[in-house]
Nanobody, 123 residues
Framework: QVQLVESGGGLVQTGGSLRLSCVVF????????MGWFRQAPGKERAFVAG????????YYADSVKGRFTISRDNAKNTVYLQMNSLKPEDTAVYYC????????????????WGQGTQVTVSS
């Protein structure tokens, strides 16, 4: 049984920052590449950022490049998403996932998901 638990969401003003965390329980965390996705009301789950198992490669959606940073600490079984210069359009539920397939960008490539954490950016 693999469990992913996200935390760190909340309400922040435009231009503010948040750091999301995702802790993985039950499997060897360092075996998995990881990704962050987000889902706004009425929209599909969308890729935000991904990181290889070693942390040596990272990937970002164009909409967050230069503002968000993904990182991981394999000793703590944790992946992070540092979000700076937040905008109202970043408002969504944010999910972390453990990648099974080869393509970071599609949700169906992920084996496991967390329960999500709400991020709300006020204007």
């Amino acid at each position: 049984q693999v469990q992913l638990v996200e935390s760190g969401g909340g309400l922040v003003q435009t231009g503010g920052s948040l750091r999301l965390s995702c802790v993985v329980f039950g499997r060897t965390f360092s075996n998995y590449a990881m990704g962050w996705f987000r889902q706004a009301p009425g929209k599909e789950r969308a890729f935000v950022a991904g990181i290889s198992w070693s942390g040596g490669r990272t990937y970002y959606a164009d909409s967050v490049k230069g503002r968000f940073t993904i990182s991981r600490d394999n000793a703590k079984n944790t992946v992070y998403l540092q979000m700076n210069s937040l905008k109202p359009e970043d408002t969504a539920v944010y999910y972390c996932g453990a990648l099974r397939g080869a393509d970071y960008y599609y949700p169906n490539q992920y084996d496991y998901w967390g329960q999500g954490t709400q991020v709300t950016v006020s204007s």
